[in-house]
């Protein structure tokens, strides 16, 4: 299993980045996908998740400006980023808690490689 982030890139202060991640290989079904982030002198941090049913959440800096979505069939996930601060510039991550195989098997806690985010003028 595999997932791949594109997306990112140069962005002025209240401009906007649709970010999406692809995730690959022989599965049925992924549960709990979501974005994290990581900036420069920080920990990785929770920005957006959203379960197989659709529910979603979002942390408190990122609330009415960032929109997470997942196309199950496909098996993408993206993260619409609206009114974009200078503080959003990091690395973001995509992940899954679990991903069920046609084999049965689980695999818990995939991680993608990150996108890099940048808000400068």
């Known amino acids: 299993v595999q997932l791949q982030a594109s997306g990112g890139g140069l962005v002025q202060p209240g401009g906007s980045l649709r970010l999406s991640c692809k995730a690959s290989?022989?599965?049925?079904?992924?549960?709990?996908m979501g974005w994290f982030r990581q900036g420069p002198g920080k920990e990785r941090a929770l920005v957006a998740e959203i379960t197989l049913s659709g529910r979603t959440n979002y942390a408190d800096s990122v609330k009415g400006r960032f929109t997470i979505s997942a196309d199950n069939v496909n098996n993408m996930l993206y993260l619409q980023m609206d009114s974009l601060k200078p503080e959003d510039a990091a690395v973001y991550y995509c992940h899954a808690d679990r991903v069920t195989m046609y084999t049965g098997s689980n695999i818990f806690d995939v991680w993608g490689q990150g996108t890099q985010v940048t808000v400068s003028s």
């Open positions: 290989g022989s599965m049925f079904s992924i549960d709990g």
